[in-house]
């Protein structure tokens, strides 16, 4: 199983006239919900002794990684948004002793790579509690879902798509997935054939991998990021290329419309802007930014 460097980026060599960087979790794989609601939040209720308020907690961190526009986040920054709504609701605030997530907040807008290594060693330059705590229940998650998450099938139409992409467009994987659950998951079932690099947090961000892989190799409207969340959307807006979403509850039909419509449309030159307007907004339709308990709230003042 091949271990990708930043070197591997830089020195990517095109094959294709068209590039399709591709998400992996909740994109190719059926991972989200049981990998969030199985492992990631019990082992935030664990970590931080916070079974007193159990049911705040699952709900802010489905919220945060599953539900809204904070879908797909790195799971560092989806902790500290987690920590940050859970402070901001007075029932969580008033039922148990919640970490302050200032520490890692300033890490997460550090600007360096988001993952176990930064963290470990931010964690020493600091002296920070939170963010060694942090890092351990990273480790400890990666353990967890290592010895007990059932192998996440792809989607139907995901490795159809792979194929179709594959033949025609260089491809590579843009995740925020650490690197030891992704490589797993695309080696186990030979899905890496499909691509060049497999890319995870430890590169960089998302726009980094881009900005390394493609940016001065292809045109904008040579270029298609596929993915599941709105940091994907972001991403490739930043970028200024075209966005295909794999809408969440409706990845197999979104699968199906890519191999029926959307990447020959691609290939013929690249998406128009009322066809891009539309994929987008179906899919902004599916993700609020506003938390359902606020919403509750909001209804009942009015």
């Not at 539900?67 to 402070?87: D, I, M, P, Q, W």
């Not at 899905?191 to 904008?220: C, N, Q, W």
């Amino acid at each position: 199983m091949k271990e990708f460097s930043k070197d591997d980026l830089l020195n990517f060599l095109p094959r294709f006239r068209t590039f399709v960087g591709i998400d992996s979790d909740g994109c190719v794989f059926d991972t989200m919900e049981i990998k969030q609601k199985d492992f990631f939040h019990p082992n935030i209720i664990r970590h931080w002794g916070l079974e007193a308020i159990e049911p705040q907690v699952r709900a802010a961190a489905e919220f945060t990684y599953l539900y809204s526009t904070y879908r797909g986040l790195n799971r560092f920054l989806g902790l500290c948004k987690t920590f940050e709504l859970l402070h901001d609701w007075p029932e969580a605030r008033e039922g148990a002793a919640l970490p302050d997530p200032a520490d890692l907040r300033a890490y997460c807008d550090s600007g360096l790579p988001l993952s176990n290594a930064t963290l470990l060693a931010e964690a020493g330059r600091t002296g920070s509690r939170l963010l060694a705590e942090a890092h351990a229940w990273s480790l400890a998650l990666n353990d967890d879902i290592d010895r007990n998450m059932p192998d996440p099938p792809p989607f139907d139409g995901a490795e159809e798509a792979l194929q179709l992409v594959s033949a025609s467009s260089d491809v590579i994987v843009i995740s925020q997935t650490q690197a030891v659950s992704l490589l797993k998951d695309w080696y186990r079932d030979g899905l890496d054939r499909y691509a060049a690099v497999i890319a995870g947090p430890e590169l960089g961000s998302k726009i980094d991998h881009f900005t390394m892989a493609a940016v001065d190799r292809y045109p904008p409207r040579a270029i298609l990021m596929v993915g599941d969340a709105p940091g994907d959307l972001a991403t490739a807006q930043a970028i200024g290329c075209n966005f295909f979403p794999i809408n969440p509850g409706r990845e197999v039909e979104s699968w199906r419309r890519f191999i029926d419509e959307a990447y020959a449309l691609f290939l013929d030159g690249g998406f128009g802007p009322e066809y891009q307007e539309r994929l987008n907004h179906e899919f902004k339709a599916l993700l609020p930014g506003t938390p359902p308990w606020k919403r509750q709230g909001e209804d009942a003042s009015t």
